[in-house]
Nanobody, 125 residues
Framework: QVLLVESGGGLVQAGNSLTLSCAAS????????MGWFRQAPGKEREFVAR????????DTADSVTDRFIVSRDSAKNTAYLQINSLKPEDTAVYYC??????????????????WGQGTQVTVSS
């Protein structure tokens, strides 16, 4: 069983940057693909980014690829999502997720076995 705890959210002004953290415990971090999703008010949860077990391969949603950077630190058992040039439309609850699966669509939330509780990001204009 893996426990994921997100942190780093808050109220920020548009144009600023923010880094979200996802600390993992209870499992072998290097065996998990880590994903980030977000859910804006009144909308469905959507894929944002993911990073491979080694950290070499990453993927981000087309809508955010120029501003979002995903990374991981195996020594700290932590995944990160850096959000640059924040926009009001980035306002959402951000979730990290983990999966040990070796097949499936890693941009699809059902592929992920473990989820954090989410961290709220609110961007003011």
């Amino acid at each position: 069983q893996v426990l994921l705890v997100e942190s780093g959210g808050g109220l920020v002004q548009a144009g600023n940057s923010l880094t979200l953290s996802c600390a993992a415990s209870g499992g072998t971090f290097s065996t998990y693909i880590m994903g980030w999703f977000r859910q804006a008010p009144g909308k469905e949860r959507e894929f944002v980014a993911r990073i491979s077990r080694s950290g070499v391969n990453i993927d981000t949603a087309d809508s955010v690829t120029d501003r979002f950077i995903v990374s991981r630190d195996s020594a700290k058992n932590t995944a990160y999502l850096q959000i640059n040039s924040l926009k009001p439309e980035d306002t959402a609850v951000y979730y990290c997720a983990a999966t040990r699966r070796y097949s499936g669509d890693y941009n699809y939330q059902a592929t992920y076995e473990y989820w954090g509780q989410g961290t709220q990001v609110t961007v003011s204009s």
